[in-house]
T-cell receptor, first 116, second 113 residues
């Protein structure tokens, strides 16, 4: 069974600085997807970034980028130029590729606070 | 606006009662999902549906039931058999079940009194 581990329950960062959130996962699959979702106080889950395991290039979305290390089964999220609106819970999630039931496996989350 | 709506936002239930949570999407997505979120936890899959009139159990289906009579609707019923129903419930959809990206609704907070 796949598992996702987020080892940092809480983190804080000063506005405009950079922060990195950690995520490791365990799987025997070779093809899969990885995601970071953001859950602000409104509690709606918002997709931040996605990564296909077969792509070596790290995904980037504006101020958000990932460091995907397939051999180490590591998938960290870097937030540059942190903004107050980035304050939220961040969840790392895993999904098997073709043939799966589409089940997202979530970590327990990291609570990020951006301080002015 | 295209998206996923869930209603109500807050729901209170007495012990022993069944209650139904609504989920509607106008994204023309084939697949829909129900997740449960408990404090300090990630999301866990309750049920999912790949197509109208078909649905499959997820990891924690006991005490829940669903239907999929229309493509755009996937209601979840929390039955009296669910031992600990107080939680936050999130509905999601994806273009098809093997599609990689799921999009979420705003959620329903269910409290059992």
């Amino acid at each position: 069974a796949q598992t996702v581990t987020q080892s940092q329950p809480e983190m804080s960062v000063q506005e405009a600085e950079t922060v990195t959130l950690s995520c490791t996962y365990d799987t025997s699959e070779n093809n899969y997807y990885l995601f970071w979702y953001k859950q602000p106080p409104s509690r709606q889950m918002i997709l931040v970034i996605r990564q296909e395991a077969y792509k070596q290039q790290n995904a980037t979305e504006n101020r958000f980028s990932v460091n995907f290390q397939k051999a180490a089964k590591s998938f960290s999220l870097k937030i540059s130029d942190s903004q107050l609106g980035d304050t939220a819970m961040y969840f790392c999630a895993f999904m098997k590729h073709a043939g799966s039931q589409g089940n997202l496996i979530f970590g327990k989350g990291t609570k990020l606070s951006v301080k002015p | 606006d295209g998206g996923i709506t869930q209603s109500p936002k807050y729901l209170f239930r007495k012990e022993g009662q069944n209650v139904t949570l609504s989920c509607e999407q106008n994204l023309n997505h084939d697949a829909m999902y129900w997740y449960r979120q408990d404090p300090g936890q990630g999301l866990r899959l309750i049920y999912y549906s790949q197509i109208v009139n078909d649905f499959q159990k997820g990891d924690i289906a006991e005490g829940y039931s669903v239907s999929r009579e229309k493509k755009e609707s996937f209601p979840l019923t929390v039955t009296s058999a669910q031992k600990n129903p107080t939680a936050f419930y999130l509905c999601a959809s994806s273009a098809w079940v093997l599609a990689d990206t799921q999009y979420f609704g705003p959620g329903t907070r269910l409290t059992v009194l």
